[in-house]
C-alpha cells in the first residue's frame, strides 16, 4: 500500500475530518516561511504588537513593509495542496480548515470563509484595533503615502493588518472554534505546520487525547511525530492530490 493510498483510506474511513495547515502548504505557491534559513524573520525583525501601538514610527515601519509587499505573504496564488483540501471540503469530508497562515489562499481555492479558522489573523486586510471596523488594503495606501497615522474613522483607533502579531492576544473566537473541530474531529490532519509555534500547535494533542486518529505531513520532522498514526514527509501538493483522487 503506497502513502497516498493508506491517507485516502483513512479519509475514507473518518466520519468528520479537520485540517490544520502552517506554513509548509503555501511555501509551494511562493510564500516564504517565518523561521527557516532565508525565511521572513532571518530578513527582517517583527515588529512586536507593543511596539506597534506605542510607537508611531514602528507603525509607519509595519506599514511600509505592507505596502512594499516586504514580508511575501500576500499576492501569491492557491496550489495544488490548497485546492486538494478545497476538494475534500466541497466533498463534505472536512468540517473546517484550521490554518495558521495569513494568506487567505484557503479562501482563494474556494474554501467558504466560514470553514476557515485563521488563528493567526490574515493579512489581506486590516481592522480597527479598539472597534473591529474592517478596512481594505488598498484603501489606506493614499493615507500612509500621505504620511498619516493611519486611524479609524469611525472611533480614531488605530488600524492594523488583521494578522496577529508578537505579542498580540491571540483571537478568543477563533481558538475556541479550533479546539471544538479538534475535539469533534474523528481525523486530525496536519499538513506543512512544523508544530512549534503554540498555542495554535497544541491543538493535534487536544484532538488526540479527544480521541481522534493523527496524521502528519510536513517535510521535515515535528515533535508532535511520536504520537501520530500516520507521518509522512512528503511535498504536500503532489501528494494530496494523489490522495484526492483515490476517494
Known amino acids: 500500500m503506497t502513502d497516498a493510498d493508506a491517507l485516502a483510506h483513512m479519509i475514507r474511513s473518518a466520519y468528520r475530518v479537520a485540517v490544520f495547515t502552517g506554513a509548509g502548504i503555501s511555501t509551494e505557491s511562493g510564500i516564504p516561511d517565518f523561521r527557516s534559513p532565508g525565511g521572513v524573520w532571518s530578513k527582517m525583525q517583527p515588529i512586536m504588537f507593543q511596539d506597534f501601538v506605542a510607537s508611531r514610527d514602528k507603525r509607519r515601519e509595519a506599514w511600509t513593509r505592507v505596502f512594499n509587499k516586504t514580508a511575501g505573504w500576500t499576492g501569491a496564488s492557491p496550489n495544488a495542496g ?4 478545497a476538494d475534500m471540503v466541497k466533498a463534505g469530508k472536512v468540517a473546517a480548515v484550521i490554518t495558521q497562515n495569513v494568506d487567505n489562499l484557503h479562501q482563494d481555492s474556494g474554501v467558504p470563509d ?3 479558522i485563521e488563528v493567526h489573523g490574515n493579512a ?9 471596523k474592517r478596512y481594505e488594503i488598498d484603501d489606506l495606501r493614499h ?3 500621505a504620511d498619516e497615522d493611519i486611524t479609524c474613522i469611525f472611533c480614531t483607533g488605530l488600524i492594523k493588518t488583521a494578522t496577529i502579531s508578537f505579542g498580540q492576544p491571540m483571537p478568543e473566537a477563533e481558538m475556541e472554534r479550533a479546539g471544538e473541530e479538534a ?24 484532538a488526540k487525547r479527544a480521541g481522534s486518529a493523527l496524521v502528519i505531513i510536513n517535510r521535515e520532522p515535528t515533535d508532535l511525530d511520536p504520537y501520530a498514526d500516520l507521518v509522512l514527509n512528503a511535498e504536500i501538493g503532489p501528494l494530496m492530490t494523489d490522495v484526492v483522487a483515490r476517494l
Open 82 to 85: 490548497h485546492y486538494a483540501v
Open 114 to 116: 466560514k470553514q476557515v
Open 124 to 132: 489581506t486586510y486590516a481592522k480597527c484595533l479598539t472597534c473591529g
Open 143 to 145: 493615507r500612509w503615502e
Open 183 to 206: 475535539v469533534l474531529s474523528d481525523l486530525f490532519l496536519v499538513l506543512g505546520s512544523s508544530l512549534v509555534v503554540y498555542p495554535a500547535a497544541g491543538l493535534p494533542v487536544t
